[in-house]
């Protein structure tokens, strides 16, 4: 029979039984609360997944500075509409440093916010562009590498943290608009 507790596959998985031991994980949650959200049951390598989250802190950072700065350097034909662009991206890539340094702390990290090292660090450039259309490109790359940078993140964390994993999820999907609107920047100055 299909059904039977050794069969293999989606058959054994349906009989799967949910067990939780609610006494232990009682004691568990008694025994280490300096830990705070980190818990027994708590799947990851914490001292990888804390470099992996500054690491992902200093290219948010950089990306702030890189927008600001183009920000305020765009000059040239249709210059104000792309210099509000970059200006609403900054704001967003803060947001994203902001959310990324409070996880850190939530698992019982410090958040490294020095400015020795960041280039370092950081995964993606800061890299100024010589004209409007150079700034849009210089962009373009840096959201590509954050992508690239952040899909592997996530493949790795999996299920074994998943509000870390959805948190990059969530700045991915910012960061895949942001390529996207200066993929759309791009179109025709070229
Ligand atoms: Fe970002
Ligand atoms: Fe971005």
Request: glycine share 6%; net charge negative; charged share 30%.
């Amino acid at each position: 029979m299909a059904n039977q507790p050794d069969a293999q596959g989606a058959a054994a998985e349906s009989t799967d039984p949910f067990v939780m031991d609610v006494k232990k994980i009682r004691e568990d949650a008694r025994k280490h609360m300096s830990d705070g959200a980190v818990t027994q049951t708590y799947g990851a390598d914490l001292k990888t997944v804390l470099q992996l989250l500054n690491d992902s802190l200093a290219t948010e950072i950089v990306c702030v500075l890189r927008y600001k700065r183009h920000h305020f350097m765009a000059k040239g034909i249709n210059s104000e509409a792309v210099a509000a662009e970059f200006a609403a991206h900054a704001a967003e890539e803060q947001g994203h440093a902001d959310s990324i340094a409070e996880r850190i702390v939530q698992l019982g990290g410090e958040p490294d916010f020095a400015p020795d090292g960041l280039k370092t660090r950081s995964h993606s450039e800061y890299k100024e562009g010589e004209n409007l259309t150079d700034m849009i490109r210089e962009n373009l790359i840096a959201e590509r590498i954050a992508i690239d940078t952040y899909r592997e993140i996530i493949r790795y964390l999996g299920d074994k943290d998943v509000t870390t994993r959805r948190l990059f999820e969530e700045i991915l999907a910012v960061e895949e608009e942001h390529a996207d609107d200066m993929a759309d920047l791009l179109e025709g100055r070229e």
